[in-house]
């Protein structure tokens, strides 16, 4: 069967329908392209539609406008502190590039009508203890958006499972995110945080007639001219296959849901990891970036934003604040405690450190948590489904099912409960994190949002997993304005990549919270600014 074709004198083609995606899309098309995008699922909006829809850029102007100071010297102090265990990571054109043109895109995406800014405010940066740490402003997200303003759209468009919906950080900040997840509080008809954030900018993408949506469509090549410039795509659809040419972007987030991917930058196999991002999430545009002559980049595991979860008796993932709140605790096989285990940016690096792992590991809990918090989309004190914890009345018995050292988990608990019961950790600083406290934590619970005794028989546990949230770290290497490069550094005509499928070497083994987002928006506008020449169109 012959392909149908696309074609155009000045056309681009975007594979991956997330916000990266949309974004440079809307971005091209308003220097004068004609836009396809080629959307693998039924659904538009991709791993940052499913997210807290959470942008970080230094110096800002929205921050400005609040009268909060900030100072690029400070931005960068602060991101070089955070990625100083791996300084060989960082490509330091690519970020002096983000950092410099992040306030700029942000400001643009505002003034073409993608998105009306808000400041979270209240949100400190996660590492308070480096330098040029700011105690808030970096930190925005998109106003709500009522679902009339998308029109027929509205069902194509991806929504978060795990956040109710119209849920604002205010909301967060007043109740946790759990009790904003098992309030009664009736659904709002207005689209917030990753969702909202994302159907700001594919509302104003949809006003773009040069832009065309084809959904289902998953791209399974790049076409090259005898020079090796990659000149189009071809996709298979319900329909059959179709061509289009023009230069490529590579939309598509990162790998999680491709297991080959996982054990080739993760190390981690089936049974140790799943993923909260989208299933069409499956490391496409690292495939078709080797296909054409590019490399991938791989950042240490270790260093890669997963958090803790657990697999549900019907093989879903199961994640969410709950290993933060009080009454909990994380332990390794030993019994033993190893970290920060309110704070997976903490836990996570020490469960994967190759000196000394401490993986697998188990949540803790007891029943006042149970009681109080419960699980997933398990209310508070609904009995838990059978096969998913484990209980018992004593924390010896506990730790021996679950294979653990009970009687090491007895004095860790025992030790853990003189700190819970004052509020302070000085073992591992739990409570110790501003973010964790306010975002994951019981802001009604003292002396901390995040530290209670575990007392209450019966206790329970369960084996945890690390669970992906689509920002792999490791992706296809691209340089400062985003061109996919190959093995030698040179890039290769007509390829770009923007998003969480482009490797973070823009800041290395550092990650913040609203780095994703910031990064790919600050590549989307680079991207198609680099398509359609230096000058900025007019805003309209």
């Known amino acids: 069967m012959s392909a149908d074709r696309v074609a155009h004198r000045s056309h681009l083609v975007v594979v991956g329908g997330g916000l990266s995606g949309v974004a440079t899309a809307l971005g091209a098309a308003l220097r004068g392209f004609e836009v396809t995008v080629f959307e693998a699922s039924p659904l538009l909006g991709g791993a940052a539609a499913y997210?807290?829809?959470?942008?970080?850029?230094?110096?800002?102007?929205?921050?400005?406008?609040?009268?909060?100071?900030?100072?690029?010297?400070?931005?960068?102090?602060?991101?070089?502190g955070i990625a100083h265990r791996h300084p060989e990571l960082l490509d330091e054109t690519a970020l002096r590039r983000w950092l410099a043109a992040g306030p700029e895109a942000i400001r643009y995406w505002e003034q073409v009508g993608a998105v009306t800014w808000e400041m979270m405010d209240g949100f400190a940066d996660y590492h308070r203890e480096v330098n040029g740490a700011l105690e808030n402003g970096r930190y925005l997200t998109g106003i709500p958006i009522?679902?009339?303003?998308?029109?027929?759209?509205?069902?194509?468009?991806?929504?978060?499972?795990?956040?109710?919906?119209?849920?604002?950080?205010?909301?967060?900040?007043e109740s946790g995110r759990r009790g904003t997840i098992t309030s009664d509080d009736p659904q709002s008809d207005k689209l917030t945080l990753g969702s909202g954030l994302f159907a700001q900018f594919a509302r104003r993408a949809f006003?773009?007639?040069?832009?065309?949506?084809?959904?289902?469509?998953?791209?399974?090549?790049?076409?090259?001219?005898?020079?090796?410039?990659?000149?189009?795509?071809?996709?298979?659809?319900?329909?059959?296959?179709?061509?289009?040419?023009?230069?490529?972007?590579?939309?598509?987030?990162?790998?999680?849901?491709?297991?080959?991917?996982?054990?080739?930058?993760?190390?981690?196999?089936?049974?140790?990891?799943?993923?909260?991002?989208?299933?069409?999430?499956?490391?496409?545009?690292?495939t078709l970036a080797r296909g054409a002559g590019g490399t991938a980049f791989a950042i240490p595991?270790?260093?890669?934003?997963?958090?803790?979860?657990?697999?549900?008796?019907?093989?879903?993932?199961?994640?969410?604040?709950?290993?933060?709140?009080?009454?909990?605790?994380?332990?390794?096989?030993?019994?033993?405690?190893?970290?920060?285990?309110?704070?997976?940016?903490?836990?996570?690096?020490?469960?994967?450190?190759?000196?000394?792992p401490h993986f697998p590991?188990?949540?803790?809990?007891?029943?006042?948590?149970?009681?109080?918090?419960?699980?997933?989309?398990?209310?508070?004190?609904?009995?838990?489904?059978?096969?998913?914890?484990?209980s018992a009345q004593t924390l010896r018995d506990l730790g021996d099912a679950l294979g653990i050292d009970g009687e090491q988990l007895e004095a860790t608990v025992a030790r853990f409960n003189t700190f819970a019961a004052v509020g302070q950790d000085p073992d591992f600083g739990r409570g110790s994190v501003d973010f964790v406290n306010r975002f994951s934590g019981d802001p009604s619970h003292q002396p901390s949002p995040v530290l209670g005794t575990l007392t209450d028989p019966p206790f329970h546990g369960l084996r945890m997993i690390l669970v992906g949230t689509g920002i792999g770290s490791s992706g296809v290497l691209a340089d400062a304005e985003g061109r996919v490069t190959d093995g030698a550094g040179n890039p290769i005509p007509g390829l770009f990549a923007v998003g969480s499928c482009a490797a973070t070497t823009t800041f290395g083994s550092g990650y913040n919270s609203g780095f994703a987002l910031g990064r790919g928006l600050t590549l989307a506008y680079l991207v198609s600014q680099e398509l359609g020449g230096a000058s900025t169109p007019a805003a309209g």
């Open 51 to 80: 997210s807290g829809g959470q942008v970080w850029v230094g110096a800002n102007h929205v921050a400005a406008r609040e009268g909060i100071a900030d100072d690029p010297a400070w931005v960068e102090s602060y991101v070089r």
């Open 146 to 173: 009522a679902r009339s303003e998308l029109g027929p759209w509205i069902d194509k468009l991806r929504i978060s499972p795990y956040f109710k919906p119209g849920t604002t950080y205010q909301d967060i900040a």
């Open 207 to 286: 006003q773009e007639s040069s832009i065309s949506f084809v959904l289902e469509a998953r791209v399974v090549d790049l076409l090259r001219d005898d020079a090796g410039a990659v000149v189009g795509v071809r996709a298979e659809t319900p329909d059959g296959p179709v061509e289009a040419d023009g230069s490529v972007v590579l939309a598509t987030s990162s790998f999680d849901w491709n297991y080959d991917l996982v054990e080739e930058f993760l190390g981690l196999g089936p049974d140790d990891f799943a993923s909260l991002a989208p299933d069409t999430v499956r490391g496409d545009a690292i």
């Open 301 to 356: 595991a270790s260093c890669v934003p997963m958090v803790p979860g657990w697999r549900l008796t019907d093989g879903t993932v199961g994640n969410g604040p709950e290993y933060a709140m009080p009454h909990a605790i994380i332990v390794d096989t030993g019994g033993r405690r190893f970290g920060n285990d309110s704070y997976w940016v903490d836990l996570v690096p020490r469960a994967l450190d190759p000196a000394g």
């Open 361 to 390: 590991f188990f949540l803790i809990v007891d029943e006042q948590h149970h009681r109080k918090y419960g699980l997933g989309g398990i209310r508070p004190g609904q009995a838990y489904p059978d096969g998913l914890m484990t």
